[in-house]
């Protein structure tokens, strides 16, 4: 199947930070959870594929079509929500709607109200007195209303109080499981992406740790804790990120069975979630 | 296009009672003028319509916003050019209705009509000047391009009254539109600020081009 989203050695320069060879692929009906702490390249990546900065090097496919050559046709087909609104705060929202509707070839109203009730945005309502969950949800009603075939989310939870973004994610869950498109989901809260992501990619320093389904990261990546004297006896090379403290040690390790017969017996194993694994192999990058 | 035309008189709908204000202020803090009154007001409440219409513009950060819908950036730059004549009209609109009404109840010994040469006067000015303005405002922004306003307020200002010298006061300078004015005078003017128009679209579109959002 050709991937919805490819990117292929996309590379930007900036004073004091570069994007380096960023390479990844979303196949369609996939969620991708776009990780990696704050300053990581997330945003810069997302803009790049959205043409709001210009690449150096490289290049960025979706559809299968070529991002600057035909990049109003891409964004004809494309639905996206900001970390901010970037919306016209005096306008109201079905003012605001009134402005980007008949932008898109392929709007629906029903769909637009079919949303805004389930959201229960208030149309009349100006955009300022939104509170911010509303205004995430307001652009994920604008979004999906001209039938998106791919999302693109720059940390749309950020700022969203636990109960917000919960409500947030059910929503964006039931959502995409009914129009079957698909996402790509920037975030640095990682339980956010436990629940609902198919595939991760995760970026640190402006280069790609890796980029793998969650189900494959869960089973090569175990979690190892256990007494420090247990790193002496040839564990350490093994381990991908390692925390230490004077009690013992927690580590992210790749090759169970071998670990598991150095630690006779022990260390304890876990199954990571999703922060775990970013932050151990963060950490171990650094070390 | 139409999208883009419809945000620029949405966004300012509210500031619509400030031009009210605004015009009717002038009226009579620029009384003096005579015959020209017209022109002046339509031209700087015009202008200030320019002006907000690019602050409207920052304070939403919008260029994210229009550069991620499948909006071509010359449209983001057209419209923005278009809306400029939008604003002319839409305020020799609103100056001829104070004026009547003032000139209805007497007040502030406004005698003056406007005139549709005071429009096209005032669109020549405003197109001028914002020819100048909005390469500037394309390629820096509303905020950065700050300082360059305040000197293109003063020109807006001053413009009227160049403008005015040309086609009323006979310079000596301009001899040769002698035979042609007040029509040939004006359509020249006209002519060059079309043409000026014209340039200044197609480098605002390359500044703007090479913006990042």
């Known amino acids: ?287 | 296009m139409i999208s883009l035309l419809y945000k620029e008189l949405l966004v300012q709908k509210r500031v619509l009672g400030m031009a009210f204000l605004y015009i009717f202020v002038f009226s009579f803090a620029m009384k003096n003028l005579g015959e020209q009154l017209p022109l002046a007001i339509i031209t700087a409440v015009s202008y200030m319509f320019v002006l907000y219409g690019g602050a409207w513009d920052e304070k939403a950060s919008s260029d994210r916003l229009w550069n991620s819908l499948p909006v071509p950036k010359w449209k983001i730059v057209g419209a923005k050019y278009l809306s400029v004549l939008v604003y002319v009209a839409g305020v020799a609109v609103l100056t001829w209705a104070v004026f009547a009404v003032l000139s209805m109840v007497g007040m502030g010994g406004i005698s003056t009509p406007v005139r549709l040469e005071h429009a096209a006067g005032a669109a020549i000015s405003v197109v001028g000047v914002s020819s100048i303005y909005l390469p500037v405002y394309f390629a820096l922004g509303y905020m950065k391009s700050r300082m360059f306003n305040l000197l293109m307020m003063l020109a807006t200002f001053s413009l009227p009254w160049l403008l005015s010298d040309l086609l009323v006061n006979r310079p000596a300078w301009a001899a040769f539109l002698e035979k042609t004015r007040p029509v040939g005078a004006l359509g020249l003017v006209a002519a060059f600020v079309v043409l000026l128009a014209a340039l200044s679209f197609f480098v605002a579109l390359k500044l703007y081009a090479r913006r990042e959002f």
Not at chain 1, 62 to 90: A, C, M, P, T, W
Not at chain 1, 168 to 182: G, K, M, N, P, T
């Open chain 1, 1 to 287: 199947m050709k991937p919805i989203l490819e990117l292929s050695n996309v590379s930007k320069r900036y004073p004091g930070f570069s994007l380096d060879k960023v390479s990844f692929s979303l196949e369609p009906g996939y969620i991708m959870g776009f990780i990696g702490p704050n300053g990581a390249g997330k945003t810069t990546t997302i803009k790049l594929i959205m043409n709001l900065i210009r690449r150096d090097e490289g290049e960025i496919r979706v559809f299968g079509l070529d991002s600057l050559q035909h990049e109003q046709e891409i964004k004809q087909r494309i639905g996206f929500v900001y970390d901010e609104g970037h919306f016209y705060e005096n306008l109201t929202a079905a003012e605001m709607t009134r402005l980007i509707a008949p932008i898109y070839r392929h709007w629906d109203w029903d769909f637009y109200e079919k949303y805004t009730r389930l959201f229960d945005l208030p149309a009349r309502k100006k955009l300022s007195a939104f509170s911010r969950g509303m205004k995430m949800k307001y652009a994920l009603a604008v979004a999906l209303s001209h039938r998106a075939e791919l999302l693109i989310m720059d940390e749309p939870t950020s700022g969203l109080d636990p109960v917000v973004r919960s409500e947030f994610l059910d929503i964006l869950r039931d959502v995409i499981q009914d129009e079957r498109c698909s996402v790509l989901l920037s975030s640095h809260i990682t339980s956010d992406l436990d629940q609902i992501a198919d595939y991760v990619t995760l970026i640190d320093g402006g280069r790609i740790v890796f980029s793998k389904s969650k189900e494959e990261l869960l089973e090569e990546y175990v979690l190892i804790k256990g007494e420090r004297s247990l790193l002496d006896s040839g564990l350490r090379d093994h381990i991908v990120g390692l925390k230490e403290s004077q009690f013992g040690f927690e580590g992210l390790i790749t090759a169970k069975e071998e670990v598991q017969r150095l630690a006779e017996g022990r260390a304890v194993f876990a199954r990571p979630n999703l922060e775990e694994i970013m932050l151990h192999c963060i950490r171990g990058k650094a070390q």
